[in-house]
C-alpha cells in the first residue's frame, strides 16, 4: 500500500526492488566488523530472539528476518540493521523459500513452542516446555531472591530470563559455535533454555550465600537485598532518587560525613539507620545531593531517567546511547571491540516484508517467479511508506 493508500500491483512492488537496493548500499557499514560475512535468519518473534538478532546485527551479521504475509503489527523493537522477507509459512512454496534461505545461512534462531519448526521442516534436537519470563526465573530459583523482607518475591520486569538468561546468553553460545565451527567445519544446535540461561547468570547469588556478611537472613534482610541502610535507593525531596551503594568501611566513612552523621557506624541497628538516612535524604533535592558528594568518594549516584542517563556526560562521553534522526536514544552495543567496533549509529529498522524482492534477486529468483509469487500471495513486499 503506498501513501494514498492503494495497494501496489506486483509490478509496482518489483520497481520497489531497486529503491530497496539503493537503502541497503547506504546503510552498508564502513568498518570492518567482528560478525562480518556471517548470514543470520531470524523468525520473527518478541523479546529475546529480537534481542539477540540485535546483538548479531550490531556486530556486522547480515540478519534477515522471516515475517508472516499480511502481519498488521510489528512487534520488534530491536530491528536495526535487519533486513526482513515477508512469507506465508502455511504454503509450501513459501516453506521451499525459507529451506532455501537457511541452506546458505550460518545461524538459524527461533522462538517458536515445541513442535513448530518440526512442522516447517526445521528439526532441532531438543525442545522445552513454552512460558515467559517470570516462568523461568521461578523455576530457576533465582526469583527467590527478590524482593523485600515480608514481602511475595518482586519479578524485575523481563530483563532477567527474556534478555539477560535468553537473547544475550544465546548470542553468546551463538558466537562459540561459530568459532568452533571454524575448527572442526560442522554445526550444532544452541539449545537455550531460559530457565538455565537465567539461573547462570544468578550463578554469583546462589554460590555466594554462605558469605555470613552478605547473605545468611530472610529475603530482602541481607546487605545487598535491601537489608543495610548504606546499600540502597532513596527518596529527595524533589520526589527523585538516589542510589547509595557505601559496603566498605572507606565509602561508608565518606557517606555519612556527606549526609552529615559521623556519630554513626556502620554496626549501628539497621533498621534505625534506614529510618534517619531516609529523613536526610528527603532534605535536599537529588542535583542537591549530587552536588553535595561530589567531592566524596561515597558511592552515592542520581537514579536517573531514561532521558536523562542518555544525556548525561558520562554516558554523551563514552557514547554509550545512539541518537536517531528522531531526536531519540538508544543503547549502543556493549562490550566496545577496539579493532572491529559496533555499530556507532542507529541504524534502520526494516518494516515487514521491505527487503522481500531484494532477499529473493540474491537467491537467484528471476522476475518472472517472484510475480507468480507475488500474485499467489506467497510473498510480500511493503516499503516504508506502506501501512501495514
Not at 1 to 27: A, F, H, Q, R
Not at 62 to 82: E, Q
Not at 138 to 147: E, N, Q, V
Amino acid at each position: 500500500m503506498n501513501k494514498s493508500g492503494k495497494w501496489l500491483s506486483p509490478s509496482e512492488k518489483l520497481k520497489l526492488y531497486l529503491l530497496d537496493v539503493l537503502t541497503n548500499l547506504s546503510s552498508l557499514r564502513e568498518a570492518e566488523m567482528a560478525l562480518k560475512g556471517i548470514r543470520v535468519i531470524e523468525f520473527g518473534g518478541l523479546a529475546p530472539v529480537p534481542f539477540c538478532g540485535m546483538i548479531l546485527s550490531d556486530f556486522g551479521a547480515n540478519v534477515i528476518r522471516v515475517d508472516r504475509t499480511k502481519s498488521f503489527a510489528d512487534t520488534d523493537c530491536m530491528g536495526r540493521g535487519k533486513q526482513s522477507i515477508a512469507i506465508d509459512l502455511k504454503q509450501k512454496e513459501g516453506l521451499n523459500i525459507v529451506h532455501k534461505m537457511c541452506s546458505k545461512a550460518d545461524v538459524l534462531i527461533e522462538p517458536f513452542r515445541p513442535g513448530v519448526m518440526e512442522r516447517l521442516g526445521l528439526e532441532r534436537t531438543t525442545c522445552k516446555k513454552a512460558g515467559h519470563d517470570i516462568n523461568y526465573i521461578s523455576m530457576s530459583g533465582l526469583l527467590s531472591y527478590l524482593g523485600k523482607k515480608g514481602e511475595p518475591p518482586l519479578h524485575p520486569v523481563n530483563l532477567l530470563a527474556d534478555f539477560a538468561g535468553g537473547g544475550l546468553t544465546c548470542a553468546l553460545g551463538i558466537v562459540m559455535a561459530l568459532y568452533e565451527r571454524n575448527i572442526s567445519g560442522k554445526g550444532q544446535v544452541v539449545d537455550n533454555s531460559m530457565v538455565e540461561g537465567s539461573a547462570y547468570v544468578g550463578s554469583w547469588l546462589s554460590n555466594s550465600q554462605k558469605m555470613p556478611y552478605i547473605w545468611g537472613r530472610e529475603r530482602g534482610d541481607n546487605t545487598l537485598d535491601g537489608g543495610r541502610a548504606f546499600y540502597g535507593v532513596y527518596e529527595t525531596k524533589d520526589k527523585k532518587y538516589i542510589s547509595v551503594g557505601a559496603l566498605e568501611p572507606q565509602f561508608f566513612k565518606e557517606l555519612i560525613k556527606g549526609l552529615g552523621l559521623e556519630h554513626i557506624n556502620q554496626t549501628d541497628d539497621p533498621e534505625e539507620m534506614k529510618k534517619l538516612f531516609k529523613e536526610v535524604f528527603l532534605t535536599k533535592s537529588r542535583d542537591e545531593w549530587v552536588y553535595q558528594f561530589q567531592n566524596l568518594d561515597a558511592c552515592v549516584s542520581p537514579v536517573l531517567e531514561p532521558k536523562e542517563a542518555a544525556e548525561h556526560l558520562h554516558n554523551v562521553d563514552n557514547k554509550t546511547f545512539l541518537q536517531d534522526k528522531s531526536g531519540g536514544y538508544e543503547p549502543g552495543p556493549a562490550p566496545r571491540l577496539s579493532r572491529t567496533p559496533g555499530v556507532d549509529k542507529v541504524l534502520p529498522q526494516p518494516v515487514i516484508g521491505q527487503q522481500t524482492l531484494m532477499i529473493m534477486k540474491e537467491m537467484g529468483y528471476s522476475d518472472s517467479v517472484i510475480e507468480k509469487l507475488l500474485q499467489s500471495g506467497v510473498i510480500e513486499q511493503n516499503s516504508k511508506d506502506s501501512k501495514l
